[in-house]
């Protein structure tokens, strides 16, 4: 069965760093790609990072908002995405949900394109408070 379970959420204070991890299995990243979003209670679900390095037209994605920040990367060995989260912000807080889809980055880039992923977790808790 096609899986993705997120762990390494946690309490941080402003500045701080977090690495979350998700662990993918019944595919391969040859075959999906893999990103992230994020819910906060009164905010719209967002799309915060997304990896493709199955196509050659890499379009992997972060939101302007964790751009410079936030680095995705895969470890293909063990079929792992992580996000290392770094100088991380009180609006950083929410539930991070690991995702993935067959289509592409582009599906993480607004809600409307969030009805493409296929492949949800359950979640990590991530807050950032003093």
């Known amino acids: 069965e096609v899986r993705v379970a997120e762990s390494g959420g946690g309490q941080v204070q402003p500045g701080g760093s977090l690495r979350l991890s998700c662990a993918a299995s019944g595919f391969t990243l040859d075959n999906y790609v893999i990103g992230w979003l994020r819910q906060a209670p009164g905010k719209e679900r967002e799309g915060v990072s997304c990896l493709n390095i199955r196509d050659d037209d890499d379009d992997t994605y972060y939101s302007d908002s964790v751009k410079g920040r936030f680095t995705i990367r895969a470890d293909n060995a063990k079929n792992v995405v992580y996000l290392q989260m770094n100088n991380l912000k009180a609006e950083d807080t929410g539930v991070y949900y690991c995702?993935?889809?067959?289509?592409?980055?582009?599906?993480?880039?607004?809600?409307?394109?969030?009805?493409?992923?296929?492949?949800w977790g359950q979640g990590t808790l991530v807050t950032v408070s003093s």
């Open positions: 995702t993935a889809t067959r289509a592409r980055c582009g599906s993480y880039r607004q809600s409307f394109g969030h009805r493409y992923l296929e492949v």
